[in-house]
T-cell receptor, first 111, second 114 residues
Framework: GENVEQHPSTLSVQEGDSAVIKCTYS??????FPWYKQELGKGPQLIID?????GEKKDQRIAVTLNKTAKHFSLHITETQPEDSAVYFC??????????FGKGTTLSVSS | KAGVTQTPRYLIKTRGQQVTLSCSPI?????VSWYQQTPGQGLQFLFE???????NKGNFPGRFSGRQFSNSRSEMNVSTLELGDSALYLC?????????????FGEGSRLTVL
């Protein structure tokens, strides 16, 4: 089955800096790669996703890149703000199987 | 539009007991997935239901079971509780198959096993 590795497990940055979180997946058939943000006391919420026919996708300060050959994808957050502090999860999936999540990255943005 | 509702939000049980957790999906959503969240393991997939049928199952022992009703509401049950079952149990609903559409998560049911 699919296995998703996520790094780093914790990340501390200064406000205004960029943050990068990386994930690798094992199943080459996976074609859907979402990123979720979980704030304290809440359930995870989708912030951006990418499908295998696209190499990069941007939404304001957030971008995701996908390298299907290397089987890895990354989340990039620019101009970080204190409200970006949360746990971020990557996931991989395909039609007919469950969405498998990484173990999460705790991002702390200090002002 | 109301979000995903999970009940109870918090519960404490002792080893050997059983527990039932409930999830009401967003209106119109037919797919419900359950995940176990622990500090060391992140989000681990338990099972997914679509139109009352279990479509996928994760690698959990048979003590973990679930079902979905005709109104898409879902329940999960854990029998013979163990200390290691202490976790946040998250339910997520989707209008499409859970693997290819956005998952909308509830706030979870936090289970403590003593």
């Amino acid at each position: 089955g699919e296995n998703v590795e996520q790094h780093p497990s914790t990340l501390s940055v200064q406000e205004g800096d960029s943050a990068v979180i990386k994930c690798t997946y094992s199943d080459s058939a996976s074609n859907y790669f979402p990123w979720y943000k979980q704030e304290l006391g809440k359930g995870p919420q989708l912030i951006i996703d990418i499908r295998s026919n696209v190499g990069e996708k941007k939404d304001q300060r957030i971008a995701v890149t996908l390298n299907k050959t290397a089987k890895h994808f990354s989340l990039h957050i620019t101009e970080t703000q204190p409200e970006d502090s949360a746990v971020y999860f990557c996931a991989a999936g395909q039609a007919g199987t469950a969405l498998i999540f990484g173990k999460g990255t705790t991002l702390s943005v200090s002002s | 539009k109301a979000g995903v509702t999970q009940t109870p939000r918090y519960l404490i049980k002792t080893r050997g007991q059983q527990v039932t957790l409930s999830c009401s999906p967003i209106s119109g959503h037919r797919s419900v997935s359950w995940y176990q969240q622990t500090p060391g393991q992140g989000l681990q997939f338990l099972f997914e239901y679509f139109s009352e049928t279990q479509r996928n199952k994760g690698n959990f022992p048979g003590r973990f079971s679930g079902r979905q009703f005709s109104n898409s509401r879902s329940e999960m049950n854990v029998s013979t509780l163990e200390l290691g079952d202490s976790a946040l149990y998250l339910c997520a609903s989707s209008s499409l198959r859970a693997d290819t559409g956005e998952l909308f998560f509830g706030e979870g049911s936090r289970l403590t096993v003593l």
